[in-house]
């Protein structure tokens, strides 16, 4: 068990040059944080019979010592539970975290996370579980809680949607780049212009502050463009780039290509702001909010809008649905993009009977499984895969892109009930 859920987790923090004082950023890919609310789900579920479900958050840089030294005191207190059975699990518990923190000296470097204890499993039954996780992010603080359930809040914090957007405002004086992450704002660069002021001036001095003034202001822009190319063309993760300031300066900087043409791609929209300094990029956020949040939603609609029109066409066009037939074409490797909905709750078993009869079946639930059709014998699990990760490991196989959809939208919902969540667009048609 424990190895299944300790590996869920690996990914390099992502460099970036411009701020070394920010925080790496580091971002899951949709299936990690599929993977990682999977395991959240199966976390939750577990309820104790007691406050007898023990869970553990330590930080990277707490050394293992402290916390075994910590446990151990727990691990005496909790001789003073009154009920047997209680006091028994609780310790066991408490055991079991630091039998497991031995292999450590210092934690990883996000630190660690453990979920043990008894779980009720009705009829009067317990069974003890232990999650270890490496969260996605650091673990802020040293955390000890012993309760009926498991305690995942903070997980939950690190998994809420933290896109990457680039943002910068700008007038003719002064810009300021940022940076959006979820909800968090940071500042990377305040810059102030050269451009001389316009005074009233009549004549020739009039038209060579003209061009001077012209000139500045595009060596500023060159300088902006600069500065963003360096701030935001190689972070991989970084979905858009949003811009503002008072009047048409932002327009113009866009319009006359100032920007690389690869961040000119990643230009969502320019909005109205009053400033430019750090206070712009506040305004900024808040008045593309509306922008950002359906931008999940969109991307989401327009991919299940494309497998409608493929199916609307004659012969289901380049389109393939439900489970068996994307199964197939995957095999044929004819998939080009695999739609998965995050809704869908399968699991796909290897399955053998007492007579060694093998087969491999998709079920909602292992208590619905079959029995042996050819000796009738119950089956017993051999292996168990969630479908999404099953598809998506065949797609990775055959080359195939894989969106993961959720169940938010109307499209979202269409993919779940009408096509069992499992929809593909092909590269060719397969018989
Ligand atoms: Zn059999």
Known sequence: MGSHWESLITHPPFGHAIMPEAQAVTKMS?????????????????????????????????????????LRGEYSQSSN??????????????????NRLKEYRMP??????????????????????????????????????????????PLHEMLAEKDVYGLVVIDQGEATLGILEGKRITPLKNV?????????????????FERLHEQAVHEFFKKIGDLMTEAFLNRRELRGLILGGPGYTKDTFVK???????????????????????????????????????????????????????????GGGLSAYGEDQVRRALELRAVDLLLLSEGIRKLRLQVRCSNGHEAVKTVADEATLPKCPECGAEYQVVERRDIVEEFSALADASNAKVELVSADSDEGELLLKAFGGIAAILRYRVA
């Open 108 to 153: 990883p470097p996000n630190g660690l996370v453990a979920f043990v204890g008894h779980k009720d499993v009705g009829a009067d039954q317990t069974k003890m579980v232990a999650y270890v996780l490496q969260p996605p992010e650091p673990v802020q603080s040293f955390l000890y809680r012993c309760d009926s359930r498991f305690f995942t809040e």
């Open 256 to 314: 006359e290509g100032y920007l690389h043409h690869e961040l000119n791609k990643k230009v969502l929209g320019t909005f109205d702001t009053g400033y430019t300094d750090e206070s712009g990029l506040r305004e900024l956020v808040a008045n593309a909010r509306d922008v950002l949040r359906d931008l999940d939603l969109m991307r989401e609609k327009a991919l299940v809008q494309r497998l409608m029109e493929e199916i609307r066409k004659e």
């Open 30 to 70: 949709s299936m990690e944080k599929y993977r990682f609310r999977r395991a959240l789900e199966e976390i939750e579920k577990a309820q104790g019979r007691g406050t007898e479900l023990v869970s553990v958050y330590v930080p990277p840089d707490r050394p293992v010592f402290e916390v075994t030294n910590y």
């Open 81 to 98: 539970i009154k009920s047997a059975s209680t006091k028994k699990h609780v310790m066991q518990a408490i055991e079991s975290i630091i």
């Open 192 to 208: 102030q212009s050269l451009v001389p002021r316009k005074h009233r001036m009549g004549g020739q001095s009039a038209r060579r």
